[in-house]
């Protein structure tokens, strides 16, 4: 089984931390955790951050940039990515 965790995000740089606790959470033997970061700032704000981050962790991250500042949008582009 496979949960995708999707976060969205909007010039927060604690998304670092949020991604570190998903990181932390206790799963069932055979669970497996993707952390999906949908950043709706103009410009991809924090796809560094976020990469940066992955690559310290051990859930897997897929970063989303999806314009708008509209959480209407991050939300659906987080449904479309999981």
């Known amino acids: ?3 995708d965790i999707c976060i969205c995000t909007f010039r927060r740089p604690h998304i670092a931390e949020t991604l ?3 990181d932390r959470l206790d799963r069932p033997e055979g669970v497996g955790l993707r952390a999906v970061v949908v950043d709706n700032d103009a410009t991809p704000s924090a796809e560094a951050l976020v990469q940066e981050t992955a690559a310290k962790i051990g859930v897997p991250v897929l970063y989303v940039h999806a314009p708008g500042a509209n ?9 479309d990515a999981a």
């Open 71 to 79: 959480i209407s949008i991050a939300r659906n582009a987080a449904l």
């Open 20 to 22: 570190k606790s998903v």
């Open 1 to 3: 089984m496979k949960i």
